[in-house]
């Protein structure tokens, strides 16, 4: 049997590889963008990402992958998804990759005080340092007032409501639910959502590098979001908030490879911040583990 120590090591690892999914996401989203109606793409995102979980999944389990306990949950786990989902569509086709993500990145801090306060996760005061530490390193990639975002402003604020809610349902509900099961809901959620815009955007794409950009953000997301459910099925939402972070730099890096966006003096500042405060993480888990495995005297 495995040590929850070693559950905790698991939980940090399924984070960072779902957040450089998501930076896969956001940088094709972001070239999607000037070719093709962006609720179409969201539609399409969804679509390919129940498609791909359900054949893939379909024929090992059968109709008990659909079974739930809490459906009234799965529903809304699905439309804070869509809507999370949707304002970074919107935020992405007007903001750099890199900044866009440094602004939403205030998500894990806002997550970790409404676990703290309504799932009753103990936070210790190392953590919270870290926590507002990674908090400080955003604010000097964002440095409020140095830039003019104007009205766009709101698609990352109200991703940061989103997503917030949808990762602290997401934490209540891997006591009880299914990841492949929560995974394959949510896509079909969002599909039924997008459908119900499809009349007024549709207008299919002739390029078949748009498909394949299609593809490669379902694909992504379809990934991304089972891996972030196995994290929070292994470890608490305060010890992995720090970790959320590490999409900066993987969007920075987007950023460039994709639109030769390069980050400023300051941001490359702020993001050795926010890498600070991920390895300090990484070693308290560790320092923490070591001490909960050595022997007691008696």
Known sequence: MKHPSANTLAGIGYVILSVACFAVLDTVTKNVSTSVSLMLALWFRYLIQALFSTVFFLPKRGMSLFKTQHPKFQLVRGVLLFGSSMCAFYGLKYLPVGEFTAIASITPLVVTLLAAMSLGEKVRKLRWALVIGAFAGTMVIVRPGSQHFDWVLIFPLMLILTNSGFQLLTRKMTSTENPITMNILT?????GMGALVLPFVWDLPTDWHIWMQLLIMGGFATVGHYLLI??????????LTPYFYIQIGFAMLGGWLMFDHVPDHWTTVGIGIVALCGALGAWLTVRESRIQLMPVES
């Open 187 to 191: 896509g079909w959620v969002g599909t």
């Open 230 to 239: 196995m994290a929070f099925s292994k470890a608490p939402a305060t010890v």
